[in-house]
Nanobody
Framework: QVQLVESGGGLVQAGGSLRLSCAAS????????MGWFRQAPGKEREFVAA????????YYADSVKGRFTITRDNAKNTVYLQMNSLKPEDTAAYFC??????????????????WGQGTQVTVSS
């Protein structure tokens, strides 16, 4: 069982930055592929970024490529999402997800077993 707790969301002006953190419980964090997803009101949950257990593979949605960076610190059981040049369309609840994976991390939400409760990001224009 893995518990995930996101933090770092908030209100920011367009063009600003935020860094989201996702702290995981358990001693096997380094076995997990990690992903970030987001869901805006009235829309389906969408993939944002993913990182493999070692950090060797990273994937990004086209909409955030070049602006967002996913990293992880296995010693701290934490994955991060650095978000720069934020746009109003980035406004959403952001969710961290985890699943056991020793290869490239999944990019589909139904491939992730564990989810955090989400943190709200609001970007004002």
């Amino acid at each position: 069982q893995v518990q995930l707790v996101e933090s770092g969301g908030g209100l920011v002006q367009a063009g600003g930055s935020l860094r989201l953190s996702c702290a995981a419980s358990g001693r096997t964090f380094s076995s997990y592929g990690m992903g970030w997803f987001r869901q805006a009101p009235g829309k389906e949950r969408e993939f944002v970024a993913a990182i493999s257990w070692s950090g060797g593979y990273t994937y990004y949605a086209d909409s955030v490529k070049g602006r967002f960076t996913i990293t992880r610190d296995n010693a701290k059981n934490t994955v991060y999402l650095q978000m720069n040049s934020l746009k109003p369309e980035d406004t959403a609840a952001y969710f961290c997800a985890a699943t056991v994976s020793y290869g490239p991390p999944p990019r589909l939400s139904n491939e992730y077993r564990y989810w955090g409760q989400g943190t709200q990001v609001t970007v004002s224009s």
